[in-house]
């Protein structure tokens, strides 16, 4: 079936760094990628999404990366602050579906 | 503008017990999803609502759940009977068309 999977469970990383959190989907129909950042008590808030059609897209110091060809998708952080710390999880949808593919979460925890 | 609302934010109940779940979209938000999060595994879609037609339910678990969006405004889920395996955090969210709006969740524990 259908997934989206992230590769470490968890992260740690020291204030001011930058962090990158992976993920890999396994469905090359996906045309929709976002990255949700959750914080505890909170639903998953949208950070940043991206296109199939693109490679890269970038916002405020958070950078999104696709790669097609192995069906991977990597979020940056840039100089990483506290209030980064959070569940980040990527999800894939299809545009006509509507619904999203979600992989299992990163915890990021940033280290002052 | 208010976001998307969840009541309760927290239930406790017995296994074999009912429990109902709301949801308040943002106005004018056509499209409702429900989705859960158990054990602290991935977020998993339930299904989704087009104004009150269900459009998607592939993700609906079993039949021990039932969900309505009459009027096509708010939405209810229903879990009758509770099982433990039931026990996780359930989102719902709305859109207008595209970029979907998270509530806060329920957090529903089986005993």
């Known amino acids: 079936g259908e997934s989206v999977g992230l590769h470490l469970p968890t992260l740690s990383v020291q204030e001011g760094d930058n962090s990158i959190i992976n993920c890999a989907y396994s469905?090359?129909?996906?045309?929709?990628f976002i990255w949700y950042k959750q914080e505890s008590g909170k639903g998953p808030q949208f950070i940043i999404d991206i296109r199939s059609n693109m490679d890269k897209r970038q916002g405020q110091r958070v950078t999104v990366l696709l790669n097609k060809t192995v069906k991977h998708l990597s979020l940056q952080i840039a100089a990483t602050q506290p209030g980064d710390s959070a569940v980040y999880f990527c999800a894939e949808t299809h545009t006509n579906a509507g619904k999203s593919t979600f992989g299992d979460g990163t915890t990021l925890t940033v280290k002052p | 503008e208010a976001g998307v609302t969840q009541f309760p934010s927290h239930s406790v109940i017995e296994k074999g017990q009912t429990v109902t779940l709301r949801c308040d979209p943002i106005s004018g938000h056509d499209n409702l999803y429900w989705y859960r999060r158990v054990m602290g595994k991935e977020i998993k879609f339930l299904l989704h609502?087009?104004?009150?037609?269900?459009?998607?339910e592939s993700g609906m678990p079993n039949n021990r759940f039932l969900a309505e969006r009459t009027g096509g405004t708010y939405s209810t889920l229903k879990v009758q009977p509770a099982e433990l395996e039931d026990s996780g955090v359930y989102f719902c969210a709305s859109s207008p068309g595209g970029e979907q709006f998270f509530g806060p969740g329920t957090r529903l524990t089986v005993l």
């Open positions: 469905n090359s129909a996906s045309d929709y």
């Open positions: 609502f087009v104004k009150e037609s269900k459009q998607d």
